[in-house]
T-cell receptor, first 111, second 113 residues
């Protein structure tokens, strides 16, 4: 079983739509959680960290459910520029900061 | 300076060649990483260095040899690679502070012929 799993999509949504991505992780020792965004042929870039109480950054909202080992990302009012692959990342407690990536979810926002 | 710089950006090498990938950061991060990414797949962790010591080797074949000469530099030495090793190689760094994110370089796109 993969450490971190995501629905690969693709998600094709119209501009202005709300879209949600889900991610599950298998290692209950996982302690830090992030959403990264990766554009085609570019490096991953941090979108937002995910905190236990949930957090919001503009149109983006991240939630964490430790009991279900589940992370979510909600994007409201989708823009064309949101088209990218969204990667869920978890870091288990251990030596150094090991960052393990989910399979990624592809989003295309259509005009 | 919040950049991780990787060189070269592109590399084509033969299966008998020896080459090195280089990574540099000046953010004072004491953890550095190598990841491998194949097309349409997520990055896969290869190596982790903490305080310039190798702390994680994710069962990577010995034809990949990492080196951390100092706290700002990370190298990946390549020898006798196979065509299936062609991929994007990403370097990352992070503070050794719990809960902080990793910063990625732009990667080296490697083609083995």
């Amino acid at each position: 079983r993969k450490e971190v799993e995501q629905d690969p999509g693709p998600f094709n949504v119209p501009e202005g739509a709300t879209v949600a991505f889900n991610c599950t992780y298998s290692n209950s020792a996982s302690q830090s959680f992030f959403w990264y965004r990766q554009d085609c042929r570019k490096e991953p870039k941090l979108l937002m960290s995910v905190y236990s109480s949930g957090n919001e950054d503009g149109r983006f909202t991240a939630q964490l459910n430790r009991a279900s080992q589940y992370i979510s990302l909600l994007i409201r009012d989708s823009k064309l520029s949101d088209s990218a692959t969204y990667l869920c990342v978890v870091a288990p407690r251990g030596t150094g900061n090991q960052f393990y990536f989910g399979t990624g979810t592809s989003l295309t926002v259509i005009p | 300076d919040t950049e991780v710089t990787q060189t070269p950006k592109h590399l084509v090498m033969g299966m008998t060649n020896k080459k090195s990938l280089k990574c540099e950061q000046h953010m004072g991060h004491r953890a550095m990483y190598w990841y491998k990414q194949k097309a349409k797949k997520p990055p896969e962790l290869m190596f982790v260095y903490s305080y310039e010591k190798l702390s994680i080797n994710e069962s990577v074949p010995s034809r990949f040899s990492p080196e951390c000469p100092n706290s700002s530099l990370l190298n990946l030495h390549l020898h006798a690679l196979q065509p299936e090793d062609s991929a994007l190689y990403l370097c990352a760094s992070s503070p050794l502070v719990w809960g902080t994110e990793a910063f990625f370089g732009q990667g080296t796109r490697l083609t083995v012929v």
